[in-house]
């Protein structure tokens, strides 16, 4: 099978992060947190 470079690198990045500890149920949590909680207004 073949697999384009950029995509092999989100595959591996994926794993990467999922095999950290709290990684996966922190990311599901943030998931449920709506934008206008996260984002932050930067002065240029």
Known sequence: MLIAEDD???IQETLHL???P???ESIIES???PIEECA???DW
């Open 8 to 10: 092999w690198h989100s």
């Open 18 to 20: 999922l095999s950290i």
């Open 22 to 24: 709290g990684m996966r």
């Open 31 to 33: 998931l449920k947190t």
């Open 40 to 42: 932050e207004e930067l």
